[in-house]
């Protein structure tokens, strides 16, 4: 099972989710909102081969949170992984865009001058001026656009870009995401729960459950359940070759 997209260190217990994980046997990436949070987060998941933490600082955070580019400067040596970053396009969140683009240039600029990391992307309204920034920076590192919900004509724009995408089970209730889903390439696909936040029935997503999105996978690009999971070690595998080939 992979979940490349899951906030560990918000749910109530992480001690307990990560155990369970464990006993699992779940590769996952664990992203932090803000660089604050990375050390701490990080230590939940010491020795554990396949759980990565992230650095991340999230757009919605951009305006708090963006004089903690500097320790995000002194942390970016410490991780391959980059995450939660982005651009968020939101009602909420165009009063302070500037602000997030700051950080966003800053945070690409950085992992150029570091030889590139994968980054796990929050493009939400956003996909066009993501991609813009993403090409002002093409050393930056593997971009994957996480709950990708842009146009149509985005989603081929950041395929011609390279990007992969990390879909997870709510996505597939959309029949437009599921349309889009058909159009990614298979070759550069992960799962992901984006969990606690993304919920079902009421009750948040934990990173298992990044497995139901399998089904829904197999069935759009006519695949039994058990090639769906082989193709997807292979992309994670390949993923991890990549950057230690750069």
């Not at 604050?36 to 933490?53: D, F, K, Q, V, Y």
């Not at 992992?111 to 996909?127: D, E, V, Y």
């Not at 089970?169 to 606690?196: F, N, Y």
């Amino acid at each position: 099972m992979i979940d490349f997209h899951a906030h560990l260190d918000l749910y109530p217990d992480p001690s307990s989710v990560i155990q369970r994980c464990t006993e699992l046997g779940i590769y996952v990436l664990s992203v932090t909102t803000t660089p604050t949070a990375w050390e701490r987060t990080s230590a939940l998941a010491s020795g554990l081969p396949r759980i990565r933490t992230a650095l991340g600082l999230h757009p919605q955070l951009a305006q708090q949170r963006k004089h903690e580019l500097a320790l995000f400067r002194e942390l970016i040596g410490k991780t391959q992984y980059i995450g939660e970053v982005g651009l968020d396009g939101g009602p909420d969140c165009k009063p302070f865009w500037n602000d997030q683009l700051d950080v966003f240039h800053e945070v690409l600029e950085h992992c150029s001058r570091s030889g590139g990391k994968i980054l796990t992307i929050h493009s939400r309204r956003a996909a066009s001026e993501v991609l813009k920034c993403l090409r002002a920076y093409p050393s930056a590192g593997i971009p994957i656009l996480h709950w990708f919900t842009g146009s149509h004509k985005e989603l081929r724009d950041a395929i011609d870009f390279g990007c992969w995408f990390s879909i997870g089970p709510a996505m597939l209730s959309s029949a437009k995401s599921r349309e889009q889903i058909a159009m990614m390439p298979h070759d550069r696909v992960l799962t992901e729960s984006d969990g606690p936040f993304t919920q079902h029935e009421g009750h948040p997503l934990y990173p298992w459950d990044a497995n139901r999105a399998l089904d829904g996978l197999a069935t759009i690009w006519s695949k039994s359940t058990s090639e769906m999971k082989i193709e997807l070690h292979q992309n994670l595998k390949r993923l991890g070759t990549s950057v230690l080939e750069k």
